[in-house]
């Protein structure tokens, strides 16, 4: 029991602040000569005192069922807040801080053990600091004192905040517990927590399922996910530490791989007379090495075409001269470029009028203002004012021409042929005397898409008939010009290839064998990334950015590693070394030959009189198609000419949807669609409007592109074997070749076409 003179002094101020308001009252005299049993009878204590029942039951339950130690508490707490303002005498009336109450009545009756008030006084120690604080809150207009249904909610949520805490104590670990604990207290303390804490309470039952206390469930799920970040980044870290240590072993290896003749040849001769280099996009190029412009430059001014406003054209080429003039570049020296166009005669009567590229294309001859005299302004060119006539080649000989693709009114203007620009560097050459050691370097510094003005030094070059001087080219190339590098190389691979230098054209394959490479991939004759390490890590997180620093460095050292996985040029040695599918198994079943001629029997047109379900008219290279009821199909030409068709595609699937069923075992008759099956891995296949058999699209997608293990879509997919040499050899796997079987579970793709109309009907 606590000290008398503490229990009647916590009296009277309840006496005086909250009961009774004449401090003159005498009963706190009559107190001395009670004994501690008096106090247990409330019914003597209201009429010593002349008060009414539920003040006299407060009076009792705390001089007799109250814990000293959270007497001494609610006399601090009432001495600071007032009695009056802060704490109603029915929350005390009521037996909230006796000994044994418990709040689990009603909706948290289940709960009542773990809501009572235990004998070590940490729940109402607890709910004594809720109130506290709760009221300490609330501005001070707001506050009012405790009534007993708000003060039993607080109540609950002690108890059940207790109990919760307790077992997820026992449920984690010390360190996590003590990490968590502070701010769950925090968030308890201010309220927060007291929805999910009452909701729980009515819901459940004993044992503690912490699994189902959202706020409880939140944290562990917050520290669950904090912890497995933690995790990742010392996972991403020793990766990335493991892939460099690869990628450095790689790198050595290739620095150390020994080339052939044809290889070493190669690379001597770009190193000496063509030098290339990467730009980015090369929005900045001009503007960076026109400051080091040192004699001249020829300048091809933007021109129009089809989509281009003569607004634009204007603001271009204006653009284009301001900056020439900022740069203390001389624009004054205009130049024109002629074509001749007799040469697309070739492509038929008309063939000239019917190519609607100009003639003409404007140019200056650009000198820095630093140079004077100028030695070069005594060529050829700056005299006459023109260059040219300059053979213009078809379209159909345009570098990369596809038929079913054709370039559009830009493509057209820019390339104009190895040809033309070989003309345009001899007319600037012509007229000046040369010494026996002069060197003239050629920096192109906007290059074209397909980099003409290289190949026009290199075929000079090449050819070795040139006479002086001697030219070399420095080239500044797009990302997008990967393919340029190779390309070029190729030319002079090809010259060697050719030369009386090479070795017999039955030589063995001299190419050195591939590396063997840890990290990185070996594709065409070139290092790059494989794509599955470059996308490992989301971008923007320290994984993504080490992984692709690394490919960058492999970048610098291998410039033609710059595309990964993108089909590029080989060089000609390279390609002999390249294996090909076995269709010498099976018994010598190969392909079907879509190159093969076909001879079908024709109807005129005039007696073409079968019954049509569909008709679409063919357009401009296609055929036109007849679907008759019967569901034949007939290809017919209806131009004045004779045409010849080339194995493709007729029709694509552009209405329907595809559906995934099992069709194991059904036939084809439930189906009511088109399955996605192949026989065997000679089915004929599309990629990039060319036929090939699949055995030989995988071979594309192996060599080219770097994949060695794929699977497709409904089918098993087994590499054939060669059968054993002897017994107990190992089988040999056939290069290229593959046994495809229903995939396992029975499921496929099933195409299910919607109906169409004849105007829906695209070729």
Known sequence: MADPEDMITLIQMILIQGFRTDPDEPGVEKLSVWTPNDWENATQVAR????????????????????????????EASRCRGMRQWLTHDVIAKEMFNRGWSSGTGGFAAWSIESSNDAENILVAKFIERLKKDWDRLPSGMKKPWLFKDALQVHASCGGFIAIMAALEKSVPKGDFDAASATLSDQFNSGYLDPDITAFLEVSTPPIKLNIVASVEQRKQADMHEKERELQEKVTAATVEQLRHKFNQDIETLKSRVQGKGQQHTKAFMEKNCKLVFVGDGKNAFPEIAKFLAAWGHMQLPISQQQTANTALLKHRTRLQHFLLESKLDPTNEITL???????????????????????????????????????????????????????????????????????????????????????????????????????????????????????????????????????????????????????????????DQSDSAPPRSRPVEQAADPELVLLSWSSGQPCFPEAILTKYAEGTKGHKDIHAMNQELIALFPNARVQGAPTPRTGGRARATGRPDYSIDGGLKPVDHTRTLHKTMTPKNSFTVERKLYVAGVKGKPSLVLDVHYGLWIGNESEEEVTFAAGEIAGFNLGSFEEKVVAGLGERELSGLPFRFVNDLSLVSHDKKIMPLADYMHQICTVHGVADFELACHDVVQKQYPPESDGAEPVPVPYRYTLSPARNGKCQVYKPSAVTGDAVRL
């Open 48 to 75: 010593a005192f002349s008060i009414g029942r539920m003040e006299s039951l407060a009076v009792s339950h705390l001089m007799e069922r109250v814990s000293p130690e959270m007497l001494l508490e609610l006399k």
């Open 338 to 496: 002629i074509f001749d166009k007799s040469g697309l005669q070739s492509d038929g009567p008309g063939a000239n009028s019917k190519d609607k590229r100009k003639a003409t294309h404007p140019c200056h001859l650009v000198t820095a203002d630093c140079h004077p005299s100028n030695s070069w302004m005594s060529s050829a060119v700056p005299e006459a004012g023109t260059i040219g006539p300059c053979p213009l080649i078809r379209c159909s000989d345009m570098l990369c021409y596809d038929p079913d693709c054709r370039p559009g009114p830009a493509a057209r203007i820019e390339q104009k042929g190895v040809p033309a620009h070989s003309q345009i560097l001899q007319s600037y050459l012509r007229g000046i005397e040369f010494g026996e050691k002069d060197v003239v370097v050629w920096v192109d510094v906007l290059a074209n898409r397909y980099c003409e003005f290289g190949r026009a030094v290199l075929k000079r070059l090449l050819d070795g008939n040139s006479g002086r001087p001697r030219v070399i080219y420095f080239g500044c190339l797009r990302d997008e010009q990967a393919d340029v590098q190779n390309a070029l190389e190729e030319m002079v691979y090809t010259h060697w």
